[in-house]
Each structure stands twice: as C-alpha cells, then as structure tokens.
T-cell receptor, first 114, second 118 residues
C-alpha cells in the first residue's frame, strides 16, 4: 500500500537560510508525488509535482524537489527562506491502483525566525 | 476566476445535530473529494466522487454522508453519529474522473470549513 512519511513535525530556520523538508514514500512502481503548502486557516496550494522524467523538479515560490528512487525520497528544498514561507508543508503520493486518490504525509510545520 | 468555494468558513454544531458543509467548484472538474484535517494527522480522506451520481467511501467515512447530484457540487453532511466532528474540513477537485486512467492531475483545494461543537 502507498504511504508517505514526513519525519520532521516542526522545523525552525532563520530567514535567508536554506531549507530542506524530508519526504519518504512507499510505492512499488514509479510514484506520482506532490508537495503542497498550507497557510493557517487556508486550503492547500500546490508547490510542485513529479510524474516522470527529470528528477529535479522546479515549483512555485522558488521551491524545488528532488526525486531519488534509491532512497524513496522526494525532499523539498529552497536555497533562501523568506518569512512568508512560514506555513505547513505536505507531501502526497497518488494511489494509482484505480481510485487515483492522494495519500498525505502528516505535514511539517515551518517556522521562520527573522 | 475558477476555483472551489467552501461555506461556511466556520460552523458550530450542537450535540445530536446534523450539519451540512457546502463545496462548489466552477472548474468543470469531474472528481471531488472531502478530507478531514486534525492537528498532527495530516489529511484523511472521507469520501470521494469521480463522476456525478457516484461516490465512494474513503478511509474515515463513518458518521458522514455525501451526495453528488450536480458536477459542480459535493456537499458533506456530518451526522450525529460522528462522535468527534471537531476538525478542519477541506474539499478538493481534480479534472480526472473514471475516464482518465492516469492519476497525474493535481487536486485543487478550497479554503476549508472549521467545524466546532457547542
């Protein structure tokens, strides 16, 4: 069965520092992977997605993610964090067995220190 | 602009009362979803519908009901059987439906409804 693990519940970084949020997935074939961001009291906004091809994926707001099949990982990165990046981040994988639903990780909350 | 509208933003329920959360989309999407979000648990799927007049249970459907009479609407009813309804509820949609095999269409989300018990 598909699943997603986000091992870091909460991360704190200083503004201007680099960021890496971890995501590990469990899926037998090539996964379809997403990163979403959620501001407090809001819905989820898609940051980027991976289906196939180039393993380094560029997204909105300066984010990127790298798919590593050997490590079953899809970590999200940003070279320089802005205060407005403070939010909760969710990694998700598509259930390709027929329903095409999303399985979400439990999320990582990002705090940015001025 | 196209999007997903959830209403109300905040909702209160009395014990033993059913309440209905609205979700409307004007994106012409086939599939729609309801998720429940609790702190530290991410999003859990309640119900989903890939086509009008058809819907399936997700992982936590007990105590909830849905209908899909129109393509653009997918209301969720939280029944009195749901013993712990306090949560943030998110509705989503995607272009894919039963006719689209490959699930590579991202889901678009509404801004959510926060349900609390009085």
């Amino acid at each position: 069965a598909q699943s997603v693990t986000q091992p870091d519940i909460h991360i704190t970084v200083s503004e201007g520092a680099s960021l890496e949020l971890r995501c590990n997935y469990s899926y037998g074939a090539t996964p379809y992977l997403f990163w979403y961001v959620q501001s407090p009291g809001q819905g989820l906004q898609l940051l980027l997605k991976y289906f196939s091809g180039d393993t380094l994926v560029q997204g909105i707001k300066g984010f990127e993610a790298e798919f590593k099949r050997s490590q079953s990982s899809f970590n999200l990165r940003k070279p320089s964090v802005h205060w407005s990046d403070a939010a909760e981040y969710f990694c998700a994988v598509v259930d390709q067995t027929g329903a095409n639903n999303l399985f979400f990780g439990t999320g990582t909350r990002l705090t940015v220190i001025p | 602009d196209g999007g997903i509208t959830q209403s109300p933003k905040y909702l209160f329920r009395k014990e033993g009362q059913n309440v209905t959360l609205s979700c409307e989309q004007n994106l012409n999407h086939d599939a729609m979803y309801w998720y429940r979000q609790d702190p530290g648990q991410g999003l859990r799927l309640i119900y989903y519908s890939q086509i009008v007049n058809d819907f399936q249970k997700g992982d936590i459907a007990e105590g909830y009901s849905v209908s899909r009479e129109k393509k653009e609407s997918f209301p969720l009813t939280v029944t009195s059987a749901q013993k712990n309804p306090t949560a943030f509820y998110l509705c989503a949609s995607t272009p894919r439906g039963k006719s689209i095999k490959v699930g590579n269409q991202p889901q678009h989300f509404g801004d959510g409804t926060r349900l609390s018990i009085l």
